[in-house]
């Protein structure tokens, strides 16, 4: 073949090529290479056609013959470079792209190439430095502009990256992806309705395009829209059936949502489909823990670890499903690891505190929350963790915890008392009430237990009961309350002022909160003030600091009459006899036992309170009974950790051999009441006493020591013992706790009278008298609800 005719083929080819008909573009390509196997240009021109054919490996060998024939080639150098890309070799990419810019500088095909392998290959500074060159040589490049939207969102430079896809999109109007990027971008930063706005026109323009789809979903979902993001998902997958990112958004949605068993089940389809996806493994451990399943949960967030080890949030939420599994030091541990990868984690510091709390470290658990605090002080539930906890230390009187709550108040509630809208509510003082209770705990949970007496024995014909859900996750004992009101609202998704206007819409006399600052509370809901009288009970004695709430309940022992009530920010109404109400339910059938001494030759005494209440004021209390009645025992409920050393090491340093201290983990209800069963005499906590662990213990038949203290929460031990006649089992003075205790042990006929009378004292006392209970908490709603009624009304 002539020279000239060679050259005349190779045309032929190459306008094959351009046209898309690869076929006739490969075999002319072949004939030449028949003819001349040397041919460059040839070898360039299949080396590109394989790639396009699918075979990476296939190209990369042809057009490094060509760049041997021709090494000056910087197309033949841009081209390996994709073949290289497309075979998965990203470093001998960035090495061709590279010559191809040294040979030709104002290549800018070639610097996207380059910035393309260069975020492939985790350098992403460099690949936007190569972008914004690619756009330098050819502004009107859509496609660069895009891809360096994609490297500025990955280096979080969020905004720098919306200019770039609005660019993308300006240049190109029909660019579906630019779109749908531009929407993914916009939802990380918040701006959730343009978000949706560009993800619908991604949509528009490619109906078929999953990403979009999946990205729309993101931005429904970060808007409170969960049923439409869950459509999103679902049509993502639909257009993809092995799209594992769509699965495991869909879990995360469904999590949200409370559909935990399928949340699970998406996030498993998503790993099946990839098990690489670090995001998959993460929602899978997110839904697991809302679902109870901690150990699983802790395995997936283990897996998320190993497969992207600085992923902040992972280190961090194993903490804290660590510390609800009683897994405390590896807790700490793994929230120190996630604020060693993001300092700025307001949420790590939190759960670091949570963790240290539990273990009884409050100090350290008050730096933890400070951190917190400090990080996000917009975070009113942070916040409310750290209000709560101080509660537990000794060295927070009543004065510095209301000194907390109206700093809480301040920086969270107060700016929303100004829109706080009049109540039109009718006037009428005898009418029947609309009363709506607010908590997370109409589930099996200590409140929800105390709460079930009261609403099963309220007066229906006198009040119309509401509750208001916040609990996430149902049980069997939320069916029970479903069943016994006249209305159940879940507010579990709703905003803090979607559950306000439901509360109006319901048109509630009286709102109730039964959470105070407890974890799941919805006090900023009750800022807003969406009725007209608000009242806070039963979550535990105490205060919310809030000036929107107008009464907290309380009984004559918490809150004797004539203390500083400024210390609290509502109005204090005191119930005639106790602030609790007590039933075992489905544990009524668990005997007394005969007083383990009997047996066993020693007294032992009892703690089952949360470690958390114990310090070293509880413990030097207990080494002083131990050490003055001969060969007792100790059994204390602890998590395993080291806590636990700490205790035997304290108690060791004066005269408490470790021998005489058993721990015991925390377990289910039925086998943790048993656990009365080795115990003679149960010692108290303070300065926040037990509350229903001691109601526990009196059920049980053990009678409890308490030393009464100056805040609501340490004076529980005393209402309880003045409600069962037993006040002298309550202490004023620390030597005092120790010498009744002490003389208590020692009278083993007295313990066992009161072992064999203690159930029915409790079943004849106010504690347990539920229908008593209820008209009590009726009568101060009734007064009230007068008192607002004579009000004047203001505008």
């Known amino acids: 073949m002539a020279q000239v005719t060679i050259q005349q083929t190779l045309n032929l080819a190459m306008q094959h090529h351009r046209a898309g008909r690869l076929p006739e573009a490969e075999r002319l390509g072949r004939q030449i290479l028949a003819q001349q196997p040397n041919h460059a240009q040839a070898l360039h021109l299949l080396g590109v056609i394989a790639a396009q054919l699918g075979s990476p490996g296939a190209a990369a060998d042809l057009i490094r013959q060509a760049i041997a024939l021709s090494p000056n080639d910087a197309e033949a150098h841009y081209h390996l470079g994709d073949a290289l890309m497309d075979n998965g070799r990203p470093d001998e990419a960035i090495a061709a792209y590279r010559k191809a810019i040294a040979l030709r500088p104002n290549y800018a095909e070639a610097y996207g190439g380059l910035g393309n392998a260069l975020q492939d290959n985790g350098q992403i500074e460099e690949a936007i430095v190569a972008y914004r060159q690619a756009i330098i040589h050819r502004p009107d490049w859509a496609e660069a502009h895009n891809n360096l939207g994609d490297a500025l969102t990955y280096k979080g430079q969020l905004v720098e990256a919306i200019a770039a896809y609005r660019h993308a999109t300006a240049l190109k109007p029909d660019y579906a992806e630019a779109y749908s990027n531009l929407g993914e971008t916009l939802r990380q930063r918040g701006q959730l309705d343009e978000a949706v706005a560009a993800c619908r026109q991604a949509i528009a323009l490619n109906p078929n395009f999953p990403e979009a789809h999946c990205n729309l979903g993101n931005a429904l979902k970060g808007n409170g829209q969960l049923d439409e993001a869950i459509a999103a998902y679902r049509q993502a997958i639909t257009l993809r059936p092995g799209y594992a990112e769509a699965y495991s958004n869909l879990g995360e949605a469904q999590r949200e949502k409370g559909q935990l068993e399928d949340a699970i089940a998406s996030c498993r389809q998503a790993i099946a489909c990839n098990s690489g996806l670090w995001a998959a493994h993460y929602n899978l451990g997110n839904a697991l823990k809302g679902n109870g399943k901690l150990d699983e949960a802790i395995a997936a967030y283990r897996r998320t670890i190993a497969l992207r080890p600085d992923y902040a949030q992972a280190h961090s939420n194993l903490g804290n499903t660590l510390g609800r599994n009683g897994q405390l030091d590896e807790a700490i541990a793994a929230c120190l690891k996630a604020i060693a ?151 579990v998704d709703l905003s803090t002022e979607q559950a306000a206007r439901q509360v109006r819409a319901d048109q509630i006399d009286i709102l109730v909160d039964l959470a105070l600052h407890m974890g799941g509370s919805r006090l900023l809901t009750f800022a807003r003030k969406p009725a007209p009288v608000q009242v806070t009970f039963a979550g535990y004695p105490g205060s919310t600091g809030l000036k929107a709430i107008d009464y907290r309940l309380s009984d004559p022992y918490l809150d004797p009459p004539g203390m500083d009530e400024s210390i609290y920010s509502e109005k204090t109404i005191r119930l005639p006899n106790s602030f609790w109400c007590y039933d075992p339910l ?125 805040t609501a929460v340490s004076r529980a031990g005393w209402c309880q013992l003045s409600n069962l006649g037993l006040e002298e089992l309550a202490a004023q003075t620390p030597e005092q706790f120790v010498d009744i205790a002490v003389e208590l042990a020692k009278d083993l006929p007295r313990l066992q009278v009161l072992r064999s009378t203690l159930r029915q004292r409790m079943e004849r006392s106010p504690l347990m008298d539920a229908p008593r209970f209820a008209r009590n908490i009726e009568a101060a709603y009734r007064q009230m609800w007068r008192t607002w009624c004579a009000a004047v009304p203001t505008s």
Not at 372 to 386: E, G, R
Not at 443 to 450: K, L, Y
Not at 615 to 622: G, I, K
Not at 691 to 700: A, I, N, R, Y
């Open 341 to 491: 990868l993001r300092p700025d984690y307001a949420e790590a510091h939190r759960n670091l505190g949570n963790a240290l709390t539990l273990k009884g470290q409050l100090d350290e658990a008050i730096a933890a929350y400070r951190q917190a605090i400090a990080i996000d002080p917009a975070s009113a539930w942070i916040d409310s963790s750290f209000i709560y906890m101080l509660h537990f230390h000794p060295a927070y009187d009543a004065g510095m915890i209301a000194q907390e709550h109206r700093r809480w108040s301040s920086q969270h509630a107060e700016p929303l008392r100004q829109l706080i809208e009049p109540h039109n509510n009718q006037r009428s003082p005898e009418r029947r009430l609309r009363l709506g209770y607010v908590s997370p705990n109409f589930r099996d949970h200590v409140v929800g237990r105390n709460l079930l007496p009261l609403l099963l024995h309220h007066d229906r014909r006198q009040f119309h009961i509401t509750c208001y859900s916040n609990a996430r996750h149902p049980d069997a004992l939320t069916r029970q309350f479903q069943q016994n009101v006249d209305a159940w609202q879940d507010i």
């Open 586 to 710: 489905e544990c009524r059938d668990i005997p007394i036992n005969q007083s383990p001494s009997a047996g066993s030759g020693f007294l032992t005494f009892g703690c089952l309170n949360n470690f958390c209440k114990v310090n070293d004021l509880a413990v030097s209390l207990w080494r002083q009974a131990l050490q003055r009645v001969e060969e007792s025992r100790l059994l204390l409920l602890a998590p395993q950790g080291s806590h636990r050393q700490w205790l035997l090491e304290r108690l060791a340093r004066e005269g408490i051999d470790s021998s005489r201290i058993e721990f015991a983990a925390p377990r289910p209800r039925r086998e943790y009441l048993r656990l009365y069963h080795r115990i003679d005499l149960c010692l108290d906590t303070f300065p926040y006493n037990g509350h229903t662990t001691s109601l526990d213990s009196f059920w049980m038949g053990v009678p409890v020591v308490t030393l009464v203290g100056q």
